[in-house]
């Protein structure tokens, strides 16, 4: 039961942009209908149920408003709403007509909102405005021991916004994490196949902006297997590490090197002539072969030119590029060949996309 009413809140409130707006919503909408149920059980006789109304005609307009435009409306404006909701709290604690009146306590729901949506220092002003009104509104009303209702009110407001905002830290942190590691390769630390695809989407559509021609380069560990053979996988993997830090210290920080399996690795290029791409691959070539502790692991690189626009799928261009990386291979290795787009479908079964010599 409970997991399902958490399914349907879920699908209530939306996708991202949505969330902020129809969460608030809700607590309008909650507050409004505990606030319709008040009025309609056994109150105090100097209740201005006038007042009371007022309220709840004003709240329930608000709430529709904010949960069907959640995605259209900016955060300043939800924002305002809940400083709006905060001093409509404060109406209806003078509008009770007794002391200790049940609606100060809502001050709590809109502090939980702010902590989980906002910037905690927007957060904190929130509180700052629920402090004030609460600890007013207490002392206006008469209410019996002001003073201690005004300490545990402020009090719980306080800490529970600071876990909720810890909680939600903690959600970051792990949503981060999470997101890191289905993008990165755990052995060598560099992207992978997925996170490679993303980059080159957007890389395309920055050449289509800048007119500008970017470059892929297809990178195969030679000799790899022999290493493993001889010195067991432990080896391997070193070697593969070694690879991947040869990438990262040869490009930009605009460039995307990648694993994209085995002993195969890419590097994305941004701006880039077929000229600077050939460099990149003879600098990461260079610094393999020359590795003495390597014991004679070299790299064939093929390089293809991407053009200035987002036509060229990723498939088609690792396709081009592997078929260049090929033409190195049967030249003997440790070099770089430059590659075109044209023809990418291999008539050549030696000419397949990459099938990895061993999976380290």
Request: charged share 15%; hydrophobic share 50%; proline share 5%.
């Amino acid at each position: 039961m409970v997991e399902l009413l958490r399914c349907r809140m879920v699908r209530l409130l939306g996708g991202e942009r949505a969330a902020n707006g129809r969460a608030l919503a809700c607590v309008w909408g909650f507050g409004a209908t505990c606030l319709t149920a008040t009025i309609l059980l056994p109150h105090p006789p100097e209740a201005s149920e006038a007042g009371l109304i007022v309220v709840v005609l004003v709240a329930y307009p608000v709430a529709a408003l904010m949960f069907v435009k959640a995605a259209t409306l900016p955060a300043s404006a939800l924002e305002s709403f809940t400083y709006l909701g905060q001093l409509l709290i404060t109406a209806l604690t003078f509008a009770w007509g007794a002391p200790d009146a049940p609606f100060l306590w809502f001050h709590l729901w809109l502090v939980v909102h702010s902590f989980h949506f906002l910037a905690p220092l927007r957060a904190m002003l929130q509180v700052a405005c629920a402090a004030v009104l609460f600890v007013f509104a207490t002392f206006a009303t008469g209410a019996p021991f002001a003073g201690a209702t005004s300490v545990v009110g402020v009090g719980s407001i306080l800490i529970i916004g600071l876990l909720v905002c810890a909680l939600r830290a903690q959600v970051d942190e792990l949503v981060q994490a999470l997101a890191h590691s289905a993008a990165t390769d755990p052995l060598t630390g560099l992207p992978n196949r997925r996170a490679l695809e993303n980059a080159y989407a957007q890389a395309g559509a920055l050449r289509a902006r800048s007119g500008s021609t970017g470059a892929l380069l297809v990178l195969d560990c030679d000799g790899l297997k022999a290493l493993n053979d001889q010195h067991g996988h432990v080896a391997g993997d070193e070697a593969l590490t070694r690879v991947a830090r040869a990438m990262s210290g040869a490009v930009r920080e605009v460039d995307t090197p990648a694993r994209l399996g085995g002993d195969e690795f890419a590097i994305l290029l941004g701006a880039a002539s077929p000229g600077a791409a050939m460099a990149v691959g003879e600098r990461v070539r260079r610094t393999i072969a020359d590795a003495a502790d390597l014991e004679g692991l070299t790299l064939s690189v093929g390089v293809v030119e991407l053009p200035a626009d987002s036509s060229v799928e990723l498939g088609t261009a690792i396709i081009a590029a592997d078929r260049a990386m090929y033409r190195s291979k049967r030249g003997g290795g440790d070099r770089v060949s430059l590659g075109t787009l044209s023809n990418t479908v291999p008539s050549d079964p030696a000419e397949s996309p990459r099938r990895s010599e061993v999976h380290a």
